[in-house]
Protein backbone atom coordinates (compact mmCIF):
# COMPACT_ATOMS: atom_id res chain seq x y z
CA UNK A 1 0.00 0.00 0.00
CA UNK A 2 1.45 2.99 -1.02
CA UNK A 3 1.47 6.49 1.38
CA UNK A 4 1.37 9.95 0.51
CA UNK A 5 2.42 12.05 4.10
CA UNK A 6 -0.17 14.84 4.65
CA UNK A 7 0.49 18.70 4.48
CA UNK A 8 0.35 18.74 7.80
CA UNK A 9 -0.74 16.77 11.02
CA UNK A 10 -3.97 17.03 11.84
CA UNK A 11 -7.03 14.81 13.67
CA UNK A 12 -7.39 12.18 11.47
CA UNK A 13 -8.95 9.99 13.59
CA UNK A 14 -11.57 8.91 11.88
CA UNK A 15 -14.39 7.64 12.08
CA UNK A 16 -15.81 9.19 15.44
CA UNK A 17 -19.20 9.35 17.69
CA UNK A 18 -21.44 12.11 16.78
CA UNK A 19 -23.27 13.30 19.79
CA UNK A 20 -25.73 15.83 21.06
CA UNK A 21 -24.25 17.06 24.41
CA UNK A 22 -26.85 19.44 26.83
CA UNK A 23 -25.67 21.11 29.34
CA UNK A 24 -27.39 24.44 31.74
CA UNK A 25 -30.47 22.76 33.52
CA UNK A 26 -33.81 22.16 32.52
CA UNK A 27 -34.90 26.12 32.21
CA UNK A 28 -31.74 27.47 30.35
CA UNK A 29 -30.25 24.74 28.53
CA UNK A 30 -28.40 24.41 25.12
CA UNK A 31 -27.25 21.31 22.88
CA UNK A 32 -24.17 21.41 21.32
CA UNK A 33 -22.86 18.73 19.09
CA UNK A 34 -19.70 17.00 19.60
CA UNK A 35 -17.50 14.70 18.00
CA UNK A 36 -14.32 14.71 20.22
CA UNK A 37 -15.77 12.44 22.84
CA UNK A 38 -14.76 9.10 23.90
CA UNK A 39 -14.51 6.73 27.21
CA UNK A 40 -11.39 7.58 29.05
CA UNK A 41 -11.99 4.83 32.05
CA UNK A 42 -13.89 2.12 32.61
CA UNK A 43 -14.15 1.59 36.33
CA UNK A 44 -15.69 3.72 37.19
CA UNK A 45 -17.14 4.97 34.21
CA UNK A 46 -15.58 8.34 32.72
CA UNK A 47 -15.49 10.07 29.48
CA UNK A 48 -15.13 13.58 28.12
CA UNK A 49 -16.16 16.61 25.84
CA UNK A 50 -13.57 18.43 23.98
CA UNK A 51 -15.37 22.39 23.29
CA UNK A 52 -14.25 25.35 21.85
CA UNK A 53 -14.07 28.54 24.68
CA UNK A 54 -15.81 30.45 22.23
CA UNK A 55 -18.73 27.78 22.06
CA UNK A 56 -21.70 28.63 24.11
CA UNK A 57 -22.11 25.67 25.99
CA UNK A 58 -18.30 25.76 27.19
CA UNK A 59 -19.64 28.44 29.82
CA UNK A 60 -22.46 26.26 30.90
CA UNK A 61 -20.45 23.24 31.25
CA UNK A 62 -17.70 25.22 32.94
CA UNK A 63 -20.28 27.08 35.50
CA UNK A 64 -22.50 23.80 36.14
CA UNK A 65 -19.74 21.41 36.34
CA UNK A 66 -22.30 18.82 34.26
CA UNK A 67 -23.61 17.63 31.16
CA UNK A 68 -25.33 14.66 29.40
CA UNK A 69 -24.07 12.76 25.78
CA UNK A 70 -26.75 12.04 23.76
CA UNK A 71 -26.56 9.46 21.01
CA UNK A 72 -27.50 10.28 17.80
CA UNK A 73 -29.22 7.98 15.29
CA UNK A 74 -30.31 8.55 11.68
CA UNK A 75 -33.52 10.14 12.43
CA UNK A 76 -31.77 12.49 14.92
CA UNK A 77 -29.53 13.10 12.34
CA UNK A 78 -30.73 16.67 10.91
CA UNK A 79 -31.53 18.05 14.46
CA UNK A 80 -27.50 17.09 15.39
CA UNK A 81 -26.58 19.12 12.42
CA UNK A 82 -28.90 21.90 13.18
CA UNK A 83 -27.55 22.13 16.82
CA UNK A 84 -23.71 21.80 15.65
CA UNK A 85 -24.13 25.17 13.31
CA UNK A 86 -26.27 27.18 14.88
CA UNK A 87 -25.68 29.07 18.73
CA UNK A 88 -28.06 28.52 21.69
CA UNK A 89 -27.19 32.27 22.33
CA UNK A 90 -29.67 33.24 19.59
CA UNK A 91 -32.45 30.83 20.21
CA UNK A 92 -33.54 27.72 22.24
CA UNK A 93 -32.28 24.74 20.51
CA UNK A 94 -34.50 22.24 21.92
CA UNK A 95 -37.78 24.10 20.46
CA UNK A 96 -36.10 25.08 17.32
CA UNK A 97 -35.30 21.44 16.56
CA UNK A 98 -38.04 19.71 17.66
CA UNK A 99 -36.55 18.44 20.87
CA UNK A 100 -37.88 17.30 23.96
CA UNK A 101 -36.31 18.17 27.43
CA UNK A 102 -36.04 15.04 30.14
CA UNK A 103 -35.15 15.54 33.45
CA UNK A 104 -32.26 13.51 35.15
CA UNK A 105 -31.72 11.62 37.52
CA UNK A 106 -28.20 13.02 38.79
CA UNK A 107 -27.45 15.81 37.25
CA UNK A 108 -29.56 19.22 36.49
CA UNK A 109 -28.70 19.76 32.76
CA UNK A 110 -31.97 17.90 30.44
CA UNK A 111 -31.86 14.50 28.87
CA UNK A 112 -32.78 14.63 25.13
CA UNK A 113 -35.93 12.63 25.40
CA UNK A 114 -35.84 11.47 21.58
CA UNK A 115 -31.93 10.09 21.89
CA UNK A 116 -32.22 6.27 22.68
CA UNK A 117 -29.04 6.76 25.01
CA UNK A 118 -28.20 8.85 27.37
CA UNK A 119 -25.37 9.36 30.03
CA UNK A 120 -25.34 11.81 32.79
CA UNK A 121 -21.84 13.25 33.44
CA UNK A 122 -20.41 15.05 36.52
CA UNK A 123 -16.67 17.15 35.44
CA UNK A 124 -14.29 16.20 37.56
CA UNK A 125 -11.03 17.95 35.54
CA UNK A 126 -10.75 20.08 33.33
CA UNK A 127 -7.34 20.15 30.68
CA UNK A 128 -6.89 23.68 29.14
CA UNK A 129 -5.72 23.15 25.40
CA UNK A 130 -4.60 25.23 22.39
CA UNK A 131 -8.37 25.26 20.67
CA UNK A 132 -10.48 23.34 23.29
CA UNK A 133 -10.97 23.20 26.92
CA UNK A 134 -11.45 18.57 27.61
CA UNK A 135 -13.97 18.46 30.18
CA UNK A 136 -13.03 14.85 31.93
CA UNK A 137 -15.99 13.67 33.71
CA UNK A 138 -17.57 10.66 35.36
CA UNK A 139 -20.35 9.02 34.09
CA UNK A 140 -23.35 8.65 37.01
CA UNK A 141 -26.35 7.72 35.49
CA UNK A 142 -27.66 5.96 32.30
CA UNK A 143 -31.09 6.21 30.81
CA UNK A 144 -31.49 3.75 27.73
CA UNK A 145 -34.66 3.20 25.65
CA UNK A 146 -36.55 0.27 27.47
CA UNK A 147 -37.31 -1.20 23.94
CA UNK A 148 -33.15 -1.97 23.57
CA UNK A 149 -33.26 -4.48 26.55
CA UNK A 150 -34.17 -7.95 26.11
CA UNK A 151 -36.21 -10.44 28.69
CA UNK A 152 -32.72 -11.91 30.13
CA UNK A 153 -31.22 -8.67 30.45
CA UNK A 154 -29.15 -8.17 27.28
CA UNK A 155 -28.91 -4.65 25.38
CA UNK A 156 -28.88 -4.90 21.86
CA UNK A 157 -27.55 -1.47 20.00
CA UNK A 158 -27.39 -3.16 16.60
CA UNK A 159 -30.53 -1.87 15.02
CA UNK A 160 -29.92 1.52 16.39
CA UNK A 161 -28.88 3.31 13.10
CA UNK A 162 -26.24 5.40 14.98
CA UNK A 163 -24.13 8.36 13.23
CA UNK A 164 -20.74 8.69 13.17
CA UNK A 165 -18.44 11.30 12.07
CA UNK A 166 -15.83 11.36 9.48
CA UNK A 167 -14.02 14.23 7.57
CA UNK A 168 -16.95 16.87 7.56
CA UNK A 169 -19.44 14.30 7.26
CA UNK A 170 -22.11 12.47 8.94
CA UNK A 171 -22.09 8.33 8.01
CA UNK A 172 -24.56 5.66 9.33
CA UNK A 173 -23.15 2.75 11.39
CA UNK A 174 -23.70 -0.55 9.91
CA UNK A 175 -26.73 -2.59 11.67
CA UNK A 176 -24.45 -6.03 10.32
CA UNK A 177 -21.04 -6.80 12.50
CA UNK A 178 -18.56 -8.78 11.07
CA UNK A 179 -17.64 -9.99 14.26
CA UNK A 180 -17.69 -9.43 18.36
CA UNK A 181 -14.85 -9.20 20.54
CA UNK A 182 -12.20 -12.01 20.03
CA UNK A 183 -14.13 -13.63 16.92
CA UNK A 184 -10.53 -13.74 15.37
CA UNK A 185 -9.76 -16.05 17.95
CA UNK A 186 -12.62 -17.72 18.89
CA UNK A 187 -12.93 -21.37 19.57
CA UNK A 188 -15.00 -23.93 16.99
CA UNK A 189 -17.05 -24.81 20.20
CA UNK A 190 -17.45 -21.16 21.19
CA UNK A 191 -18.34 -20.19 18.01
CA UNK A 192 -21.03 -23.17 17.28
CA UNK A 193 -23.01 -22.21 20.97
CA UNK A 194 -23.10 -18.80 20.46
CA UNK A 195 -24.55 -19.77 16.80
CA UNK A 196 -26.90 -21.78 18.40
CA UNK A 197 -27.97 -19.00 20.91
CA UNK A 198 -28.68 -16.60 17.92
CA UNK A 199 -30.78 -19.16 16.23
CA UNK A 200 -32.39 -19.71 19.64
CA UNK A 201 -33.27 -16.33 19.69
CA UNK A 202 -34.32 -15.65 16.31
CA UNK A 203 -36.75 -18.12 16.57
CA UNK A 204 -37.95 -16.72 19.90
CA UNK A 205 -38.95 -13.45 18.25
Same mark, same amino acid.
Given at each position: MNKILTDRPGPMLYP???????????????? %?? %??????????????????????FSHGLIAESGEFVIN???????? #?????????????? =??? *??????? #??????????????????? *????? =????????????????? %???TLKDEAGAYHFEGLD????????????????????????????? =??????? *????????
Amino acid at each position: MNKILTDRPGPMLYPVPAVMVSCGTMEQSNI %IT %IAWTGIVNSDPPMTYVSVRKSRFSHGLIAESGEFVINLVTADLAS #AADFCGVRSGRDMD =KFE *KAGLTRQ #AGDQVKAPLIAESPVNLEC *KVFDV =KELPTHDMFLAEIVAVH %IDETLKDEAGAYHFEGLDLVSYNHGHYYPVSRRPFGRFGYSVMKPKT =KRRLNRQ *KQKDAADK
